[in-house]
């Protein structure tokens, strides 16, 4: 995929699982860091469960990357939230 895919497929992705984990979007740069990376993510659990990664810009792949962002997400979360405790 080229760089503008990722981009594309990063911003759509990171918007839409910041606003499922969230309720909020968390900026243009934050919720483009958070897809392209959740594509990644999701692209490794999809494949270790023997399922295709991500393909290019359809809607499956920016389905794997928005469960790859939620899982960031996730993580996230978890690890901010036993630091201020």
Same mark, same amino acid.
């Given at each position: 995929? &080229? =760089? #503008? !895919?990722? @981009?594309?497929?990063?911003? =759509? !992705?990171? *918007? =839409?699982? &910041?606003?499922?984990?969230?309720?909020?979007?968390?900026?243009?740069?934050?919720? #483009?860091?958070?897809? %392209?990376?959740? !594509? $990644?993510?999701?692209? *490794?659990?999809?494949?270790? $469960?023997?399922?295709?990664?991500?393909?290019?810009?359809?809607?499956? &792949? @920016?389905?794997?990357?928005?469960? +790859?962002?939620?899982? %960031?997400? $996730?993580?996230?979360?978890? =690890?901010? +939230?036993?630091?201020?405790?």
């Amino acid at each position: 995929m &080229s =760089i #503008l !895919a990722w @981009i594309v497929l990063g911003l =759509i !992705a990171g *918007f =839409i699982a &910041s606003k499922l984990v969230n309720k909020t979007g968390g900026g243009l740069v934050l919720d #483009l860091l958070l897809g %392209v990376v959740g !594509a $990644f993510v999701g692209g *490794f659990l999809f494949t270790r $469960f023997g399922a295709a990664g991500v393909t290019g810009l359809n809607i499956y &792949s @920016i389905l794997v990357a928005i469960v +790859g962002a939620v899982v %960031v997400l $996730f993580i996230y979360h978890a =690890i901010v +939230g036993r630091r201020t405790l």
